[in-house]
């Protein structure tokens, strides 16, 4: 039903609209005439002209109660949520035309047993109470979710609520705003604990089928006087009773499991999918029973998901037409993410489509954030956006490290999670890099165009009772426990003594760019409190969309949207019994932006649900648009000439047959296919935990590896393909066979195991070099190089004696005697830790390494190549340098001379991983590419503001001791980024300084350190983008790649002509797993081509263009010549389908894994496709670690 406030009409028009009205029922046509609008009538549709204020602002304004009327308070005390926590989830707002008179009514849920409310809408912003007369009141009972939709199909709109206890009761509509109840008839009478509801019509039948997530009443374990009883069997703790009661018996059956260091864990209650018959009855749907829910592989469930179901949503995740499910489940229990076949059968999402899920996934909601088209979802978290709660507030999951090698798992992170979608059924989770990562302790999501300017933003509706994740009080609650069972008196005593933790709504702007900035003072959205349950809501007529919160002992929150912006609204009139058109799609053509889409939605909002009606951004009063639908059963509907400021409501009674099917013709031919099978490789990794040795590092440097390279080994004139190990495995070499084809070969000299991990790995005319990293052990003994003599079937250690762990190698004639010298990179002294390291020149003479130059105190570096840069024929050295710049190296007659500040490249310190040399802009002189860690993390940095790590001996134990810094704006200074007890347990001077995790937050890094700052160094990083440097002769011009290479961190890069247009192409690996426990790991990318236009441009190739889309995610630290992966079980290569244009030669991408690590190489067979072919220098991409062969021209 359509929801608007009466205009000033006069008596003649009103009762012409009116006849009207009667005249469309009568033919079956549209819904009940909304007051006010002059509607006009097209083909399949009408319109009315929207009265629109002139003057405006963007925003809106709390309009208070003695205004509307709505003096309703959802109102918990202490001692009832002392007694049942679960009631702190709150309750929702229902919005809806009730009565069928054009005007939006609302409906409010309670927990304190009170009637919830029932607000009829009188137009003018003024409401009145009919919950009496309406029949909803539902009192008695903790009121949680509540949603209005048409469920018999008579088009009017039926009530649906949920309760804590009480399941789902419906309420069916007379028409006029008079509600009988039929929970018995409907079929979902229970005594669950419902939460959020969705409708949609899942099977394709025609009517609205329900999904009800649930919770639990309340919580065993945390009652008081609670005891379990555990035994150990073979060894595992098994929960044998529960408050005496064995763990078997019928209540506790599945309920409780013993998870990481003997938790005992405690399930939620089983969702509910009810499929309704058409008339408004409901049948529920087995998780187990039958093969409407699949896992991953297609197995059927062996046991329902007992879940702590909190919020859920349907919506079109891939495009097909039906309605998938997304469900928000809290605390340990996974999200669940159903993709249905279009017929009502549901098989849960690949398990690398999605990589991560937030962990206490309070709400969801939808939306094209970036305007290409495909679907993007936000769910939010609990973590907060000033540095003294988030130093504070302690998560309850804990830390978990990923064991080596596991990369197909989904891991839930504390935070917000912003999925954007690549259109090929896989997601890329980008809420750091568009800066919304955090909005505190969250509820409801919303996705609304505010400023209509054609992206859609972001209202977040958040706040808890009291700040129960505040670490201070919680150690003083265990501390009370310990030994004791407290009375519920003694536990609200320190209840009270938790913080109140009333926070400000948030408001993100969508710049369109894919990031966002903060609004909520700026639009009138920050007021604090305590909020649950929010919906949308078209409540005064003039076509945009105002706001309506379910607040905790506070008024119930309506904002007037203020915008004059224009604007196109479009409601649905849906063929019964989807009389709303839920399910389907609008898209309007021609607005602010050149396309916008929206999905019809019912219910789905946390505990609450939208008027079904959308609004676009019409960009001006003068764009001529188009409005398409498809609706659920796959008709589409087309209105032309849209007009702005307008509301048009279309009719799926005259919807024509999709006439533009998709077909397998249209979809792009990959330039790369997966053989992977050929190889069959599995890399060797051994665990290791470097934070034992220096436990406040950011991320593990034990898994750097490992390498990859092609030389012709056996000499048939073939390039064979050499992949590192990591310690305690084998250097694995596959014979090419000329045919695609490769065999391993076994024997000596590779089969003896390596008692280190292998770093770069190269070939040359006197064997195969492999580094050799002494990070894990610390010794000086051995050598820092492998060499493997295939000939002789021997190897043997060379450059021996090094303090560093090797990192890069490079070949190439330095002093032009025609013979290969050797670079030898120092990645990192054992327990040293940011401190610079040197790196190795050494001579061939007769083949001999000899040292000729050592790089004192270069830096850490983590790749280098050899490269002409100023065209005088010899090879110039480049360095990738971790906390340092990409540093640049003169060959003056054999002699390296650092040239980085001459020429322009020391402004630029980063976390240098890869770098490599092409001529991207064809003037011909080589430019430089460089990896970076990206804009994807919670590490942030600027030129004004770099990122820091102090580091010094500061307990003399002989390790560096390291502290990261980052300047806060909002405290005006420097602080730590590792939390109080990490850092105390590192540094226990920093426990007898500070007792509280709040004194801690709120110091700063000199009130923290103070004088033992001056015994430290500090290192520090202005740029973490991978860039580009465009070599203008006498200096580098900096450019950053293109914004899908700045989503993960990337590693190898590569150079070559990938698609044969006789331009430099690139191709970044990307990921990282091994972070600290603090940390959540980067896994947005899954290695990337960039095309090249010749002119020194880029642009992102997408994975179905590209294909390279297996490796999804499984990139965790890639080594290799041009791509590299960490984490796959096999390793992935990539052949060209397209041979290169100028040689007959096919190109190949492999992307090595195993059980936690892995490498690549792009195979350029032929010279013609060689970047340097023809030029004076010497092309050794040593990127990331890991270079391939290198060839002299």
């Known amino acids: 039903m359509k929801c608007f406030l009466s205009g000033q009409h006069s008596v003649a028009n009103a009762l012409l609209q009116l006849a009207l009205g009667s005249l469309f029922l009568a033919q079956g046509g549209f819904l009940a005439e909304s007051s006010g609008l002059n509607w006009q009538t097209g083909p399949g549709y009408r319109w009315s002209e929207l009265s629109v204020p002139q003057i405006g602002k963007t925003g809106f304004t709390f309009l208070r109660p003695e205004t509307t009327g709505i003096t309703f308070t959802n109102f918990i005390t202490d001692e009832r949520s002392v007694t049942n926590q679960n009631l702190l989830n709150g309750s929702g707002v229902a919005l809806g035309d009730a009565d069928g008179d054009g005007l939006c009514d609302v409906y409010l849920c309670r927990l304190d047993g009170n009637n919830n409310k ?13 919950t009496d007369s309406a029949g909803v009141g539902c009192g008695g009972q903790n009121s949680t979710g509540a949603v209005f939709a048409d469920i018999d199909g008579d088009g009017d709109l039926d009530l649906l609520v949920n309760s804590m206890g009480g399941g789902t009761r419906v309420f069916v509509n007379d028409g006029k705003g008079h509600f009988k109840e039929t929970t018995a008839q409907a079929g979902v009478a229970s005594r669950t604990a419902g939460m959020s509801m969705a409708l949609a019509d899942v099977d394709g039948d025609g009517d609205l089928d329900l999904y009800v997530s649930n919770y639990r009443s309340s919580t065993i374990r945390e009652e008081v006087g609670t005891k379990f009883s555990i035994n150990i069997v073979d060894g595992k703790p098994v929960l044998v009773k529960v408050n005496g009661k064995p763990a078997s018996s019928p209540e506790y059956a599945g309920r409780f499991a013993v998870g990481p260091h003997g938790k005992i864990l405690e399930f939620g209650e089983v969702d509910v999918l009810y499929l309704n018959d058409g008339k408004g009855h409901f049948t529920p749907l087995s998780f187990t029973n039958s093969d409407f829910f699949v896992d991953e592989d297609g197995k059927c469930l062996t046991e329902p998901p007992g879940d702590w179901g909190l919020a859920v949503q349907f919506h079109d995740l891939n495009g097909d037409g039906a309605p998938d499910i997304y469900v928000c489940n809290d605390l340990f229990t ?62 309850e999951s804990g830390p978990i490290l990923s064991p080596v090698g596991l990369f197909d798992n989904r891991p839930q992170v504390e935070r917000n999670t912003l999925q954007i979608g690549r259109g090929d059924g896989t997601f890329t989770e980008v809420a750091f890099y568009a800066g919304v990562e955090a909005s505190e302790w969250s509820w409801t999501p919303i996705f609304l165009d505010v400023d209509l300017d054609g992206f859609e933003d972001i209202l977040v509706a958040n706040g808890q009772l009291r700040d129960f994740q505040n670490g201070d009080m919680l150690d003083r609650l265990e501390s009370a426990q310990a030994g004791r069972t407290l009375s519920r008196a003694d536990i609200l005593l320190i209840w009270e003594l938790f913080p109140r933790l009333e926070t400000p709504k948030v408001a993100f702007r969508n710049r369109g760019n894919l990031t966002f900035e903060e609004m909520g003072a700026a639009w009138g959205f920050n007021t604090s409190g305590n909020s649950r349950g929010m919906a949308l809501a078209d409540l005064d007529g003039d076509g945009d969309l105002d706001v309506v919160v379910n607040n905790f002992n506070a008024v119930a929150g309506v904002y007037r949207n203020e915008t004059a912006a224009p604007r196109v609204a479009v409601r649905l009139k849906g063929q019964a019994p989807n009389t709303q058109g839920i399910g389907a799609r609008i898209w309007l053509y021609g607005g602010a932006v050149p396309m916008q889409s ?107 590896g490992p390498g990859v390279g092609w030389y012709d080994v056996d000499g048939d004139g073939w390039e064979d393909l050499i992949i590192g190990s990591g310690r305690g495995g084998q250097l694995a070499v596959y014979r090419n066979d ?143 340098c971790e906390w340092g710049p990409v540093r640049v190296f003169h060959n003056e007659g054999g002699k390296l001379k650092e040239m980085t500040e001459q020429w322009g490249l020391s402004r630029y310190t980063g976390w240098w991983n890869g770098v490599t040399t092409g001529d991207l802009d064809g003037d ?270």
């Open 118 to 130: 029932l607000f009829r809408n009188l137009g003018n912003w003024k409401f009145e109470d009919i």
């Open 334 to 395: 996974p999200d669940r993410i159903w993709i249905n076949d279009g017929k009502g059968k549901f098989r849960a999402l690949p398990r690398l489509a999605l990589r991560n899920t937030s962990t206490f996934s309070m709400g969801v909601d939808f939306a094209d954030v970036n305007r290409d088209g495909l679907v993007d979802f936000l769910v939010v978290d609990m973590l907060s956006r000033v540095h003294q709660k988030r130093q504070v507030q302690v998560g």
């Open 598 to 704: 929206q999905e019809m939605i019912c219910g789905g909002r946390y505990l609450s649900g939208d008027d079904p009606m959308r609004v676009f951004a019409a960009g001006s009063l003068t764009n001529a648009m188009r409005i398409e639908v498809r609706w659920r059963n796959g008709k589409r509907s087309v209105v032309n000439r849209v007009r702005a400021n307008r509301i048009y409501e279309i009719d799926e009674a005259q919807a024509t047959s999709n006439l533009e099917p998709r077909t397998s013709d249209l979809e792009p031919r990959p330039v790369f296919e997966d053989v992977s099978q050929r190889l069959q490789h599995s890399h060797h990794e051994e665990e290791y935990n470097d934070f034992e040795r220096q436990p406040l590092l950011s991320r593990k440097l034990s898994q750097l």
């Open 738 to 880: 000329g045919h695609g084809g490769f065999q391993r070969w076994n024997g000596a000299p590779f089969e003896r195991v390596v008692t280190r991990d292998q770093t770069t790995v190269l070939g040359t005319e006197f064997g195969l070099l492999a580094g050799s990293a002494n990070y894990e052990d610390g010794l000086t003994n051995g050598g820092c190089v492998r060499i493997y003599e295939a000939k002789r079937k021997v190897s043997g250690e060379s450059v021996l004696g090094q303090r560093f762990s090797a990192g890069p190698l490079a070949l190439a004639d330095v002093d032009g005697d025609g013979d290969l010298d050797l670079f030898v990179g120092g990645r990192v002294v054992a327990g040293r830790y940011p401190e610079a390291t040197d790196s190795l020149l050494l001579k061939n003479q007769g083949g001999r390494l000899v040292l000729d130059q050592r790089l004192d105190k270069v830096g850490l570096t983590s790749g280098a190549v050899f490269s002409d840069l100023d065209n005088d024929g010899q090879p110039d050295l480049v360095l990738a």
């Open 924 to 1193: 011909g002189r080589l430019d430089i590419i460089a990896s970076n860690w990206g804009l994807n993390s919670k590490y942030r940095t600027s030129r004004e503001h770099p990122r820091k790590i102090y580091y010094g001996d500061l307990d003399g134990n002989g390790t560096v001791d390291v502290i990261e810094v980052y300047y806060d704006a909002g405290m005006k200074t420097e602080v730590p980024e590792r939390r109080w007890r990490a850092a105390g347990t590192a540094l226990p001077f920093l426990r007898e300084k500070f007792s509280t995790y709040e004194a801690y937050g709120k110091a700063s890094l000199k009130e923290i350190y103070a004088d033992k700052l001056k015994q430290m160094k500090v290192v520090e990083a202005n740029t973490l983008e991978s860039m580009v440097f465009l070599n203008r002769d006498d200096h580098f011009e900096a450019r950053a790649l293109p914004l899908e290479a700045q989503l993960a961190p990337a590693f190898a890069v590569c150079v070559g002509d990938y698609d044969g247009d006789g331009k430099e192409d690139l191709f970044l690996s990307q990921n990282f797993f091994p972070m600290n426990p603090e940390t959540s790991r980067c896994d947005a990318g899954r290695g990337l081509w960039l095309k090249g236009d010749g002119k020194g441009n880029l642009a992102a190739v997408a994975g179905q263009e590209s294909g390279v889309i297996g490796i999804a995610g499984a990139v965790e630290r890639p080594g290799g010549q041009c791509t590299g992966s960490r984490g796959a079980g096999t390793p992935q290569i990539q052949r060209s389908l397209r041979p290169g244009a100028r040689g007959p030669c096919r190109q190949w991408i492999l992307v090595a894994g195993q059980r936690g690590a892995g490498a690549g190489h792009t195979r350029i067979a032929d010279a013609d496709l060689d970047p340097m072919a023809g030029r004076q220098s010497y092309h050794c991409p040593t990127a990331a670690e890991t270079p391939g062969s290198c060839r002299q021209p």
